[in-house]
């Protein structure tokens, strides 16, 4: 299913950062991948959201607490962080329509935030670079707050934070298991599909209001 936004019935917008807005898939992967190779089985797709929705040093704790990767949680944190912040800083770009639909709805005065698992150092960085860092209200990580994205109780920091209507507040999203928690709070939800199989594709749709092939086709 497929929409094109009316701003003027949206009054507020929550923007995920990794995947939505910014193309970070090679970031994590490639921070990811030595951690990964070290569990001698393969995740079901419920472990490795736990670990995605995780802000930063949970994912440490899990990785090396419950799959016994490398020495130590910090070892494991030092790893990650050095390897993604500079993703974010000098490599990762805007996905397709990311800069548009937010410079757009700051023109028209909506107010607009980011929740993310990303440590609020990350988004800086990589927000900066994409050049719209300045758009935001406010950048929710669940570092910060110490929720994580399955946790409903985060969108409803993001909706004071807006001071919007939560039912035309829209929210943006390419992970299904963030769209099913943010669609049972009440906003209205966007996945962007940016190149997912159709596996993940069909999921997204289970999870989301609308589906779209990148946030460009949402203007």
Request: proline residues 5%; negative net charge.
């Amino acid at each position: 299913m497929t929409v094109k936004l009316d701003l003027s019935d949206v009054s507020g917008m929550v923007f995920d950062c990794d995947g939505t807005l910014l193309d970070t898939l090679d970031a994590w992967r490639l921070a990811e991948a030595p951690l990964f190779a070290q569990i001698p089985f393969e995740l079901t797709r419920a472990q490795e959201d736990e670990i995605h929705s995780a802000p930063i040093e949970e994912a440490a704790r899990i990785f090396h607490e419950t799959y016994s990767v490398m020495n130590s949680s910090e070892e494991v944190l030092e790893h990650l962080d050095d390897a993604l912040l500079s993703y974010y800083r000098d490599t990762a770009e805007p996905l397709p329509g990311a800069v548009e639909l937010v410079e757009v709805a700051n023109q028209r005065g909506i107010p607009c935030v980011v929740v993310s698992s990303s440590p609020r150092r990350y988004l800086e960085a990589g927000l900066e670079r994409a050049g719209i860092a300045d758009c935001f209200i406010c950048l929710i990580s669940t570092e910060d707050v110490c929720l994580s994205k399955s946790n409903p109780a985060i969108y409803q920091i993001a909706l004071d934070s807006l001071g919007s209507a939560l039912d035309t507040t829209w929210a943006f999203d390419d992970a299904p298991y963030a769209c099913e928690v943010m669609r049972a709070f009440g906003f209205k939800t966007v996945a962007p599909a940016n190149d997912a199989d159709q596996k993940e594709i069909e999921a997204k749709a289970q999870a989301a209001d609308y589906v779209v092939a990148t946030l460009k086709d949402l203007l």
